[in-house]
């Protein structure tokens, strides 16, 4: 496993990081979910990414839950705030006493004294964005955060935000998690120059573009019983198109060319990006993060770069 700086900061995370959102706390069985992330951690993954809202909670708990046993110093955590997690006016958001209640929640459920990384979830149109920042500057001065983050932010957005920290010395943000595939390429124009502005590195999730990119699901076919796009609650229509399954269907040549396979070629291609810290990836069994892992370390040449390209266009 190779390991990356975050942003411009001195932390170390490893190329391939495992995620827990639609995996851990319901969706997966607690046992397959607790040996992924050991599984990850004896490849040498020490970055883990849950969220408060996953599962309004039980995710975190797993998650703590399975890391508990290995030293504290030893793996990297991330946890995020934003998302409704209660009924009340005063449930979700970026308020200062959202964030305060909520890392204290999220503390609890992962057993932990502090969190690596703490994220925005997302942007808050409703809550001043000094009042945001206050907050999580104060919870890294108690000692509860560390570095603090945000996720599906506009370059816009970051760089407001770096303005007004450096003008109020409040601590920067360091790092943002974005949606980022082969199929999904939206940071490239603007936020991964602003990242490499101002010390922001990228955490990018979906980087198999939610399995399309593994190549479970094929032109002409129906949808695999078991897999995500079969259940009910997700909608994956914009992304599962017969031109994306068309392109992977010539991206999967490029792969066994490269030995590697579909998935492997899909992040190591990500990691081309010296601005992204790490691919974010999901596991509901010990085999998957295996074969993800092995992405690592992988430098594709220039020639099947620009072969690569030509497909995705």
């Given at each position: 496993?190779?390991?990356?700086?975050?942003?411009?900061?001195g932390?170390?995370?490893?190329?391939?990081?495992?995620?827990?959102?639609l995996?851990y706390?319901?969706?997966?069985?607690?046992?397959?979910a607790?040996?992924?992330?050991?599984?990850?951690?004896?490849?040498?993954?020490?970055?883990?990414?849950t969220?408060?809202?996953?599962?309004?909670?039980?995710a975190e708990?797993?998650?703590?839950?399975?890391?508990?046993?290995?030293?504290r110093?030893?793996?990297?955590?991330?946890?995020?705030?934003f998302?409704?997690?209660g009924?009340?006016?005063?449930?979700?958001?970026?308020?200062?006493?959202?964030?305060?209640?909520?890392c204290?929640?999220s503390?609890?459920?992962?057993?932990?004294?502090?969190?690596?990384?703490?994220?925005?979830?997302?942007?808050?149109q409703?809550?001043?964005?000094?009042?945001?920042?206050?907050?999580l500057?104060?919870?890294?001065?108690?000692?509860?955060?560390?570095?603090?983050?945000?996720?599906?932010?506009?370059?816009?957005?970051?760089?407001?935000?770096?303005?007004?920290?450096?003008?109020?010395?409040?601590d920067r943000?360091?790092?943002?998690?974005?949606?980022?595939?082969?199929?999904?390429?939206?940071?490239?124009?603007?936020?991964?120059?602003?990242?490499?502005?101002?010390?922001?590195g990228?955490?990018?999730?979906?980087?198999?573009?939610q399995?399309?990119?593994?190549?479970?699901?094929?032109?002409?076919?129906?949808?695999?019983?078991?897999s995500?796009?079969?259940?009910k609650?997700?909608?994956?229509?914009?992304?599962l198109?017969?031109?994306?399954?068309?392109?992977v269907e010539?991206l999967?040549a490029?792969?066994?060319?490269?030995?590697?396979?579909?998935?492997?070629?899909?992040?190591?291609?990500?990691?081309?990006q010296?601005?992204?810290?790490?691919a974010l990836?999901?596991?509901?069994?010990?085999?998957?993060?295996?074969?993800?892992?092995?992405?690592?370390?992988?430098?594709?040449s220039?020639?099947?770069?620009?072969?690569?390209?030509?497909?995705?266009g």
């Amino acid at each position: 496993m190779q390991y990356r700086r975050l942003g411009n900061t001195g932390l170390k995370v490893s190329e391939i990081s495992l995620g827990s959102w639609l995996t851990y706390g319901g969706y997966v069985e607690e046992e397959k979910a607790i040996a992924s992330i050991d599984k990850a951690y004896e490849l040498g993954i020490n970055f883990f990414d849950t969220a408060n809202v996953y599962m309004r909670g039980d995710a975190e708990k797993v998650v703590g839950k399975a890391l508990r046993k290995y030293p504290r110093s030893s793996y990297v955590l991330a946890t995020k705030v934003f998302g409704k997690m209660g009924d009340g006016p005063n449930d979700h958001g970026l308020s200062r006493k959202h964030i305060v209640e909520q890392c204290d929640a999220s503390l609890k459920r992962l057993g932990l004294d502090y969190i690596d990384i703490y994220y925005c979830h997302r942007y808050h149109q409703d809550t001043p964005l000094e009042e945001t920042l206050r907050a999580l500057d104060d919870l890294i001065r108690q000692g509860k955060v560390l570095y603090i983050g945000v996720s599906e932010w506009s370059a816009e957005q970051m760089t407001e935000a770096i303005h007004l920290a450096d003008k109020k010395l409040l601590d920067r943000i360091v790092v943002n998690q974005p949606n980022y595939s082969m199929l999904q390429r939206y940071i490239e124009k603007e936020v991964i120059p602003v990242g490499k502005k101002h010390g922001i590195g990228q955490v990018v999730f979906s980087p198999l573009a939610q399995g399309v990119l593994t190549g479970k699901y094929k032109k002409g076919q129906a949808i695999p019983e078991n897999s995500r796009a079969a259940q009910k609650d997700m909608n994956l229509s914009r992304i599962l198109t017969e031109d994306n399954l068309e392109k992977v269907e010539k991206l999967k040549a490029i792969a066994a060319n490269e030995n590697l396979s579909l998935a492997q070629l899909a992040i190591a291609w990500i990691l081309r990006q010296e601005n992204v810290a790490s691919a974010l990836v999901g596991a509901s069994r010990p085999e998957q993060i295996e074969e993800n892992a092995k992405a690592s370390g992988i430098t594709l040449s220039q020639e099947t770069l620009a072969k690569t390209e030509e497909i995705l266009g």
